[in-house]
């Protein structure tokens, strides 16, 4: 009896712990709400429409968002803590945001962009009260001289090193000119190498990558550990073309460095903006590559 009871005991612990090992795990998988633009891309919109969006966002299984409305030391035209607050009560948190702010004619020439850095304070001082993870830079336009790139390089140091002191990352986000070349240098090459990497990461834009004839994986290997966070990106829903490698991607997260991943969906196959964000999170959740 005493037997029987242990191998009882045994085969119960057997299949708990199998249970619990074959459990599906949820993916952590962010949205950058530029995608539903359509839906919440204005104060007006968004006051009119965030909870529905929010939650339908959080049913397909995303579990974060990327800001893309940033203004004036608001979010969608509500304060840091109200957005973050109508994030959390649709079950997602608030990973990131883009803005970003040029610098001017003069501070461009000058390489004194002490005006600027002004702006940021109370940029940077919104995103922490928002509980903001990470702020990213989404475009600056291609320069005209590695002067102007330098100053830019610097300049993106300078918000780095303050996003850092107030516990925050600081990134730049492709599009697919920054691989042209600016004086015979490759721009997002030049990039990565006059950043400071403690300071500023980059935000690989993936789809625009391939666009620019580039290799996403060719400059993890590059630049290893430069690529914290991703923009995973297709022509329209992820997986609809086949242009963009994303199992090459995914597996190579231990050598980009990469901790998080955002989905962005900039057109769509039909008008049902919300259909094309769950075919991108179904095909995301079903992909085996994708932890």
Known sequence: MKRFF??????????????????????DIAVQLYS???????????AANHEAVLAELASYGYTAV???????????????????????AAGMKVLSSHCGKELSPEELASGDFTESMKWWDLCIAAHKAAGMQYIVTPW?????????????????????????????????????HEFVKVEGETMYDYMISHTDAEYVFFQMDVYWAVIGNASPVDYFTAYPGRFKVLHIK?????????????????????????????????????????????????????APFVK
Do not use: W
């Open 140 to 176: 600056m336009r291609v320069p005209s001289s590695l002067k102007d790139l330098q100053t830019y390089c610097d300049y993106y140091n300078a918000i780095g090193k303050k996003c850092a002191e107030n516990g925050m990352g600081y990134g730049y986000h492709n599009h697919d």
């Open 66 to 88: 990327e800001a893309a409305n940033y203004s004036d030391g608001k979010f969608y035209g509500v304060s840091p803590e109200q957005f973050r607050s109508d994030v959390e």
């Open 6 to 27: 242990h191998i009882f005991v045994a085969a119960i612990c057997t299949a708990a712990f199998c249970a619990c090992t074959t459990a599906e795990v949820k993916k």
């Open 36 to 46: 539903v633009r359509d839906l919440i891309g204005s104060p007006e919109k968004y």
């Open 234 to 286: 297709d022509n329209k829903e992820i997986g609809q073309s086949g242009m963009v490698g994303f199992d090459a991607i995914f597996n190579s997260f231990a050598v980009s460095g990469t901790e998080d991943y955002i989905v962005e969906v900039e057109r769509y196959s039909t008008d049902d903006v919300m259909g094309s964000m769950k075919a991108s999170a179904d095909y995301l959740i079903a």
